[in-house]
């Protein structure tokens, strides 16, 4: 069968197939060999997505093996680790062992991210047997309840529906050009200010595991790494304990994303669905703040144009910076028809996002805009996934067709890269990425 754009489908089936298999740990999946050994949450959960039209039991097991990473507190980390492969900036980093609450046995990180475990759990319950699906529902449903909480417990402090991060990592848009600027101000020790003064960042790829795999202009600036891993130990001196971080908001990278907010209300819909499936009743204060989710989105927005960007949580500043985060809001479905109109409408820009191979995760417009490095201009498939489910509910059907068969052509083109050049649709990162495969069978099954 071809597309409209003359992708012949089977072939892309069979090679994210071969993905998916070539990646299978048994009942997990990592997201690629050498660069990617362990499981990451917002992974687990778009690979599901896809390996549920393939086995919908096997997707069940990969979104139950997330919870044995669960903290007592109810948090979902974003890495577990397989021990086999602990390097010095993976668990050592954390120490969770060492952090009360954290899972017995087994190395997680401290921070979470995109919360899509409602919207995985939904999309594989729906192809499993009813038996099969009732009793996955009750392992996945109350701890997805307790994920929440604890997002609305010790992320939201002001209790008005926004959570807070504290990590890029907890964004999944590790180096998007919005979280670098908020990672600049806080986490620059002198040691990396003098690194960048005389311009020493490439003598210390050393400390690099990723430069080894893929080439440095894929990849961000050491310099911007070393105050990841600097903006890491700040969390893991304070316990992860939010309390302890929101003391000293300004020494933190703390922001309100409008991604993983937007994520967050379309999955708390979700979730008070799944619930009602299996007759479970959700905490009276849960719901009162699912209300508050949408309005508390509403503040980070223009309200004639529906454009949202972050607040810097100390500041309170709204920062301008444009991102593939713009879109977000069309997932969460918060935004009015008009809205979304003018939003479709900036999408549709020739000279920043509606690329050759859409949609880009900066503009081309942006002074940071790279076609190949990383989350700062590259078309990643799991953000277009995203914006495509928000078209579709939106009404608009053939800007989602159009996206998700650029997004199956990127694959038959280039293979199934971790992201690719929104330009000429070159693959970039590492080679045999798990989501872009599994991502690319739910675009096909969505489609034909
Ligand atoms: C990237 O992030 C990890 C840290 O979490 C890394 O750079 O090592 C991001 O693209 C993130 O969104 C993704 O979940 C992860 C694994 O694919 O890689």
Known sequence: MTTKVGVETYKVLEEAKRVL????????????????????????????????????????????????????NGMMPHMIFTPEHFKLDDSSLWSSKNIPGSPIGLATSGITQPPLLAEATQRVADLLPLRERKAFLLTMVPAIIRYHEWLYRERDPEANGLVLLFHPWETGLDNSPAWIEELRKVHTP????????????????????????????????????????????????????????????????????????????RNNQILAELAESIRLDLPGWLIERFKLAAKGLDVLCDPKTGVCYHRNFDTKQIEEEPTISLFMPLYAGTLSKKQAEQLVRKLKDKDSFWLPYPVPSAPKNSQYFSEKRYWQGPTWLNTNWLIVDGLKRYGYTEEARYIAEKSIELVEKSGSYEYFSPLDGKGYGANDFSWTAALAIDFVKQLY
């Open 21 to 72: 298999i070539k990646n299978n740990q048994g009942e997990w999946t990592i997201p690629a060999g050498g660069l990617y050994p362990h499981q990451w949450l917002w992974d687990s959960c778009f690979i599901s997505i896809g390996l549920r039209h393939i086995s919908p039991q096997r997707a069940a097991a990969e979104l139950q093996l997330l919870l044995r990473g669960q903290w007592t």
């Open 190 to 265: 002198h040691w990396v200010k003098l690194m960048d003064l005389l311009a020493i960042d490439r003598w210390f790829k050393w400390l690099r595991r990723d430069t080894l795999r893929v080439p440095a202009d894929q990849r961000m600036k050491t310099s911007d790494l070393l105050r990841l891993y600097h903006a890491a130990m700040d969390l893991r001196r304070r316990g992860f304990d939010a309390t302890r971080i929101l003391r000293h908001p300004r020494r933190h990278f703390i922001v309100e994303s409008v991604s993983f907010n937007s994520i967050l209300i």
